[in-house]
């Protein structure tokens, strides 16, 4: 009865804790849309004609097309190329397959503004392609939908990559090995078994592409000075910071976009349950790659040119540019400097203290989500909760909300006067950037605890339960030791993340309290390329060499007290 207890209440303050982080905001911008007052204290029904205007104002509906088209050309390629390239990967040994592998998380941890900044110094009029080898033709052939989709899918693919590769971590031979025995050719039997048998995989990596790319505010913000290609995410930027401001407009673009989303996920599940096959049995084996004997080095060599042009052209363009004082100066001895870098450390910059405020938000939104995902995850793994079910849902939703969605729902909840009347009025204070940047963590940090609690038998932290234990001291004492690699992985990776963050701290950042990636975006609107570059590399290599450093330092900590 005492367990019963003490699980229904952990389960509630989770509950509660992801209702306000997450789903309340979620919900505001549909409550705006149908009461458009009711957060600043006026009462009344909306027009819900409104909602129609996105098909009749020319802006609104040019978003809505270039998102919906951006998402699913995106969706097609990236993963059609991420099962490609992990079906090579794990059927195949080549010398430079682990390459891939550290490609695919960089792409994964890089913010999509900084690799889509990247591109466009490479690709623009006056950019290093057109002035170090002569490729005019190379900007009209980015800046059209065609080539934006194609930019996206290089930095979106990795997400159909570990879904698809994840899924082949096991195989059962005798299925194809029957398949084979009756005559069905190599073609066939991957064309009948093994493509039917990723069917669900390659549907999750595709839907988390989707709603990945439909909500990414990055590629947007980043081509805004060269090629208008309006999204609603940019649209509902621009109308939160342009005068007047519409919370209208803001509502009903985040309305559509909760919407496309919302259907996303929805095909998800419905094909997931269409297309779900148990077929792993006692004679599963784990899969591992085979000779690909004189298509060795040819393979090498394709990852080779493949990593070059997904991670070489979008952060050595930043690199290179970041020495450059003039792009149209090509690589020469007298157009090479080091004036950017100087320029960021002159007194009172802008970037430095901007770093310091991001490094600052992302330690506290770690620690913080990494408590609180900690007990989502311990909720979802271990506890009898009766609303269990719920809970799984709204990580996943978390999972899906877009950063411009969230931070458009933090400004109706937090931004209610009776809210000053207690203290809690966060809208215009840094501490809001904290709350989003949490709620952005429990996400990331709820799937990889989730994984390593899978592990740990439910049994060891119920005898200490049953010895007295409370559950801080279970967390502290059974738990935590079992799983300090996960937890230390999750904690890093809601650091970097948080740092860079662009359309959270667009949206919500108050008056003179720039961040990092503020600064950034706005050096690189300005037309700075080369302090901008030197900002993202100093920036992303002082996030870098902090990760490593804590990594080390508590790995070293745990093989200390570690008592084998």
């Given amino acids: 009865m005492l367990r019963r207890l003490s699980q229904d209440r952990l389960g509630w303050s989770v509950s509660f804790l992801l209702f306000v982080l997450v789903l309340y905001p979620l919900l505001a911008v549909i409550i705006q849309v149908l009461l458009p007052g009711v957060f600043f204290g006026h009462w009344g029904l909306g027009d819900l004609n409104l909602l129609l205007e996105i098909f009749r104002r020319p802006l609104w509906q040019k978003s809505l097309e270039n998102s919906v088209v951006l998402a699913s050309g995106t969706t097609v390629l990236a993963t059609l190329l991420g099962s490609a390239f992990a079906m090579i990967r794990t059927t195949w040994q080549f010398p430079t ?4 592998d550290a490609a695919v998380w960089v792409l994964l941890i890089m913010p999509s503004f900084i690799l889509a900044q990247g591109w466009v110094m490479f690709s623009a009029s006056g950019g290093l392609a057109v002035h170090l080898l002569g490729w005019a033709w ?10 934006l989709i194609v ?3 290089l930095s979106k693919f990795p997400l159909a990559y570990l879904s698809v590769r994840s899924a082949m971590e096991w195989k059962v031979e005798q299925l194809s090995e029957a398949a084979r025995l009756n005559g069905a050719s190599p073609f066939r ?4 078994i093994q493509a039917p048998l990723l069917l669900p995989a390659i549907l999750a990596g595709a839907a988390l592409v989707f709603m990945d790319t439909i909500g990414d505010f990055g590629l947007p913000a980043s081509i805004a000075a060269i090629y208008r290609f309006p999204t609603l995410p940019y649209s509902i930027y621009s109308a939160l910071y342009t005068s007047p401001i519409r919370f209208d407009m803001a509502g009903v673009l985040s309305f559509y976009l909760v919407v496309l989303i919302g259907l996303a996920m929805l095909l998800q599940f419905y094909a997931l349950r269409r297309s779900r096959f148990d077929f792993l049995s006692a004679r599963a084996v784990p899969a591992k790659p085979k000779s690909a004997g004189r298509f060795t080095w040819p ?13 070489g052209i979008p952060i050595g363009s930043n690199l290179i540019l970041s020495f450059m004082k003039t792009q149209a100066g ?3 001895p007298d157009n090479l400097t080091l004036e950017h870098y100087r320029s960021l450390f002159q007194g009172g910059s802008e970037l430095l203290v901007g770093l310091e405020r991001s490094l600052t938000i992302a330690l506290i939104a770690a620690a913080l989500g990494l408590l609180i995902g900690l007990m989502v995850a311990y909720v979802l793994s271990y506890s009898g909760f009766r609303f269990k079910r719920g809970i799984e849902v709204l990580s996943l939703v978390t999972l899906a909300v877009p950063g411009v969605v969230l931070g458009i729902g933090y400004i109706f909840v937090w931004n209610q006067r009776w809210l ?10 840094p501490a809001i950037l904290v709350l989003a940047a949490i709620a952005g963590a429990i996400p990331v940090i709820t799937r990889v605890l989730i994984g390593a609690m899978a592990k740990v038998p439910g049994n060891l932290l119920h005898a200490a339960q049953l010895n007295g234990d409370t559950w801080l001291g279970r967390m502290r004492r059974v738990l935590a030791p ?18 860079f963050d662009l359309a959270v701290n667009s949206i919500l950042f108050p008056p003179n309290f720039i961040t990092f990636p503020i600064s950034v975006n706005k050096a690189f609107e300005d037309m700075r390329f080369g302090y901008a570059s030197a900002a993202t590399i100093l920036g992303g290599s002082l996030v870098v060499l902090i990760i490593l450093l804590l990594e080390i330092l508590l790995r070293r900590k745990e093989v200390k007290h570690d008592p084998t």
């Fill in 189 to 192: 039997v991957w064309r009948t």
């Fill in 420 to 429: 000053d009347q207690i203290g809690l009025l966060l809208y215009g204070k």
């Fill in 299 to 311: 393979l090498a060599l394709l990852n080779l040119i493949f990593l070059f042009i997904v991670i």
């Fill in 330 to 332: 090509g690589i020469q």
């Fill in 138 to 147: 190379l900007t009209k052939a980015v800046f059209q939908p065609a080539g």
């Fill in 151 to 153: 930019v996206m899918t």
């Fill in 97 to 100: 397959a682990k390459l891939l």
């Fill in 482 to 499: 079992l799983i300090r690699g996960a937890l230390l992985s999750a904690g890093l990776a809601a650091f970097g993340s948080s740092v």
